[in-house]
């Protein structure tokens, strides 16, 4: 499945999660897609088609509702949809294999079961794993790549500037920078090589003055 629709997919059941009257049909409009094609998509992605992942991302708030606020059992079984105490306590028990007065009384672990490992995210949400992989090493090549650009980019824009703007002094509040500095003097700077060329700072010479006639 897309991650675009899948993520299109939980982001349109996050905002249905109060919505008691949506079912499959309704999810696979608002993500425009058939019922057929999105239940087949979202079992391939998380796990499980999306009817069951809604029932169980709205029974995990449920617990989580009956944990953190003092609403009763009634007015938690409606708000998740549930057409009577008897029915949400029977899928309540299921779940999480006591009652919801005794679970109350007694919590367990609000998240269950999950093949894709797709979760309700208090308060109001839903958190799915990530998508990749992240290594520290990815994080660090990434930093120095992004460092190596910018030090082009710097020095391309220095370039571009005349010898008055590159020796003007400039106001700095940086420990470590020295007093007096200007654009000339930070690129200078070995951090401010430029990767790109292999040259360190901007050594641009500066024009001799032209001696007065007479």
């Known amino acids: 499945m897309g991650t675009d629709v899948f993520g299109e997919f939980l982001g349109a059941l996050t905002g249905a999660l109060d919505d008691v009257g949506v079912d499959g049909e309704e999810l696979a409009r608002r993500v425009g897609s058939s019922r057929f094609q999105l239940d087949r998509l979202v079992a391939a992605a998380a796990g499980e088609p999306p009817a069951r992942l809604r029932r169980r991302v709205l029974r995990e708030r ?5 944990l953190t606020t003092t609403s009763s059992i009634l007015d938690t079984a409606v708000e998740a949809g549930y057409g009577s105490h008897e029915s949400f306590t029977r899928a309540f028990s299921r779940a999480y294999g006591r009652a919801p007065a005794a679970w109350r ?36 090549t990434r930093m120095v790549e992004h460092h190596v650009w910018l030090a082009g980019e710097l ?25 007096n500095p200007t654009v000339r003097r930070l690129l200078a700077r070995p951090h401010a090589a430029d990767r790109s060329t292999g040259r360190r700072g901007l050594h641009r010479p500066r024009q001799a003055a032209t001696p007065s006639a007479g």
């Open 155 to 179: 020095m391309t824009r220095a370039a571009t500037l005349p010898d008055e703007r590159l020796d003007a002094p400039i106001e700095l509040s940086v420990e470590g920078v020295g007093d």
């Open 62 to 66: 449920t617990a989580y509702r009956l």
């Open 105 to 140: 009384r007694q919590p367990s672990r609000i998240p269950l079961g999950a093949p894709g490992n797709v979760h309700f995210h208090p308060p109001a949400g839903i958190r799915a794993p990530a998508r990749e992989k992240v290594r520290p090493m990815d994080v660090l």
